[in-house]
């Protein structure tokens, strides 16, 4: 995979990692209360934030909550747009050069933003904490990349994927 192909999955998995955090430190639970069940770590718990580094946190959201909202619909609309512009039935290149140029504005403002809400959380994050964080990440990629193949492992055959053809019998395994 080429490096420019990786940033838009490392931008979706710092987000998705900083948004679990965000919707905790919001729904902040006591200290002593359980984990959470489910898929995703009790962040703050296992992070032992402070109630005032909870606070820090949840303001860095609600600040950065309009524009991130903006941004990502914003980077949407530029998508769509591109889109359409490369799939139109008269192709206009100097018009899929503008869409393409949008596109690249959306999503530069986009990474901007939240490696900025990141930055701005990860400022509130104790040095023990941010070892913790990066552990929590680690392991939520190794948890990640597991699930991952193990969804590919179960999709059924299918034309382009290896498998039989619609109309065709599979062969009988080698004995």
């Known amino acids: 995979m080429r490096p420019t192909k990786l940033f838009p999955i490392f931008i979706s998995f710092a987000f998705a990692l900083f948004g ?12 002593d209360a359980k984990p959470a069940r489910g ?12 109630p005032e580094q909870i606070d820090q946190i949840k303001q860095i959201n609600a600040d950065q909550r309009p524009q991130l909202q903006q941004a990502v619909r914003r980077f949407r609309e530029a998508n769509r747009a591109l ?22 504005a959306a999503q530069s403002r ?9 930055l701005a959380v990860r400022k509130v994050l ?11 990440r680690r392991r939520f990629a190794e948890q990640r990349a597991t699930d991952q193949q193990q969804q590919r492992r179960r999709r059924p055959f299918g034309p382009g994927a290896g498998g039989p053809k619609p ?6 395994p080698p004995s």
Request: overall charge negative; aromatic content about 6%.
């Open 110 to 118: 986009l990474a901007g933003l939240r490696f900025g809400t990141e």
């Open 20 to 31: 679990t955090l965000a919707v905790f430190a919001q729904d902040a639970a006591p200290p």
């Open 83 to 104: 889109n359409m512009a490369v799939y139109a039935d008269v192709l206009n290149e100097l018009d899929v050069q503008t869409r393409l140029r949008e596109y690249q």
């Open 39 to 50: 898929p995703r770590p009790n962040l703050l718990a296992a992070l032992g934030l402070t």
């Open 126 to 136: 104790t040095p023990d904490q941010l070892v913790k964080f990066r552990d929590l």
């Open 167 to 172: 109309g065709q019998q599979a062969s009988a």
